[in-house]
């Protein structure tokens, strides 16, 4: 969601959910290819980006002070990314990041905030760039950058950069918990057993969450045995999750971000308020596959 109020604007940048995540593949170069069906959260950062007189980046909100707030911040790479490509338009802005989302959670915050800048400085800056180019830049950031710069429900192949936008997905309840532990993705991908699995099953016509979930069930995510090698308590997480009666759970991406879909949002509410109270210092959010406000 855009605000854009004079030379001032706002964008949240959502949570990234890899509803299944398959590895089809290595190239030789190292990087991994893979079959992922992709939703965006109601729920995300936010980025806050102003005309200024002189640049300046802060960074706020509960995860904060995790993140470091200098050039290696992605944040910044993609103000000076942008403006390299069109120095002329590129005032001085002020960036403020507000976090709420875990660092290194598989739910590509950093990306998502890296796009979320892309696309508020295209507008603060007025600058004409084709779609296609926008996504080159992100794509030298990330493999993650195309996908957040999408923001819809879409299919990724590729390392990330092959785009199909899934154009009928119902709208799905969703909890996302992470019980606080970090993992390396690359030391992920490093684990994996087997690197050439089977890509996605063709998508159905979905008309419910219900259909939804019984096409997942045909699918997984591969890295999550690799995760829970390096990283056991995950399967905390999901013992968590699976104690609420989900419609399905699963992690995200690399971990440690975990998910479950539920019929309805009170169903979800519930679940969300169950695991609160059981692990007050855990991080779980009730959300759902839609657009919405932190």
């Not at 990087?31 to 706020?60: E, M, N, W």
């Not at 991908?189 to 159905?204: E, H, S, T, V, Y």
């Not at 045995?225 to 997480?237: H, S, W």
């Amino acid at each position: 969601m855009l605000d854009s109020l004079d030379q001032a604007i706002s964008l949240i940048a959502p949570a990234k959910i890899n509803l299944a995540l398959h590895i089809t593949g290595q190239r030789d170069d190292g990087y991994h290819l893979l079959d992922t069906l992709v939703v965006f959260a109601g729920y995300g950062d936010r980025i806050s980006i102003a005309r200024s007189s002189a640049d300046s980046f802060r960074i706020t909100g509960p995860y904060g002070h995790s993140l470091p707030a200098d050039a290696s911040n992605l944040v910044l790479k993609a103000r000076d990314r942008l403006r390299a490509e069109f120095p002329d338009r590129a005032f001085p802005v002020s960036i403020e990041l507000e976090k709420h989302l875990p660092i290194a959670s598989g739910v590509g915050g950093g990306s998502s905030d890296a796009a979320s800048t892309l696309k508020a400085l295209v507008s603060l800056w007025n600058i004409n760039i084709d779609p296609v180019d926008l996504n080159n830049i992100g794509l030298a950031m990330g493999a993650d950058l195309p996908m957040c710069l999408h923001g819809r429900p879409l299919i990724a192949r590729g390392i990330g950069e092959e785009l199909e936008a899934v154009t009928a997905i119902p709208r799905l309840p969703m909890v996302l918990v992470n019980n606080g532990a970090a993992v390396s993705t690359p030391q992920v991908f490093g684990a994996l057993k087997k690197r050439n699995n089977p890509g996605l099953p063709n998508l159905p016509r979905f008309g419910s969450v219900n259909d939804v979930c019984a096409y997942l069930e045909q699918t997984d995510n591969h890295l999550y045995a690799a995760t829970v090698e390096l990283l056991p308590i995950i399967g905390d997480t999901m013992d968590a999750l699976y104690s609420t009666s989900p419609r399905l759970a699963r992690m995200s991406g690399s971990g440690a971000t975990c998910f479950a879909i539920y019929d309805t949002d009170e169903a979800a509410s519930a679940a969300a308020s169950l695991i609160s109270n059981a692990y007050p210092l855990w991080f779980v959010v009730k959300t759902d596959s839609g657009e919405g406000e932190n």
